[in-house]
């Protein structure tokens, strides 16, 4: 049996997109995942993943606070006035949903938006929108026959 996942967040950044999933494993036991997908020329991409039991997210989270809070110290910034923030295009991700309902394959969406499939997935995933091939099916083995007269 595969691990069900049960919600999905992806971040985008420059080259870069974060999928960080949370998941049920076979034994009803949580855990996350973060997956960095790496984009290094148009037709190669580097994916990394990590992942963490569920217990240990309140460590992990006040890690990267107090983290966050020694960056703003090393840099002079304050909160307020130059938090980063992760480049997310909504126009773009919309843009690839609206494309996609028209039904446009997640092949010809990678190169209109010069992003690989597994993006194209992500973006999909993340807005809760089911990948369903959109082929037109093939000969089914439907025959007509007449019946013959007696």
Do not use: A
Request: glycine content about 2%.
């Amino acid at each position: 049996m595969k691990d069900e996942i049960i919600k999905t967040k992806l971040i985008e950044n420059g080259k870069s997109s974060y999928l960080i999933d949370l998941l049920k494993n076979e034994s009803n036991l949580y855990y996350f995942t973060i997956t960095q997908n790496t984009l290094n020329t148009s037709t190669r991409s580097d994916i990394k993943s990590i992942t963490f039991r569920s217990n240990m997210i309140n460590d992990l989270i006040e890690d990267l606070q107090s983290m966050k809070q020694e960056l703003y110290k090393l840099q002079n910034l304050s909160k307020e006035i130059n938090e980063p923030k992760s480049i997310i295009i909504p126009s773009r991700k919309d843009e690839i949903i609206k494309r996609y309902y028209k039904g446009i394959s997640l092949k010809d969406l990678g190169v209109q938006f010069n992003c690989t499939i597994s993006y194209i997935e992500q973006v999909l995933k993340s807005n809760d929108i089911e990948i369903v091939s959109n082929e037109v099916p093939k000969n089914i083995g439907y025959r007509y026959s007449k019946r013959k007269r007696k």
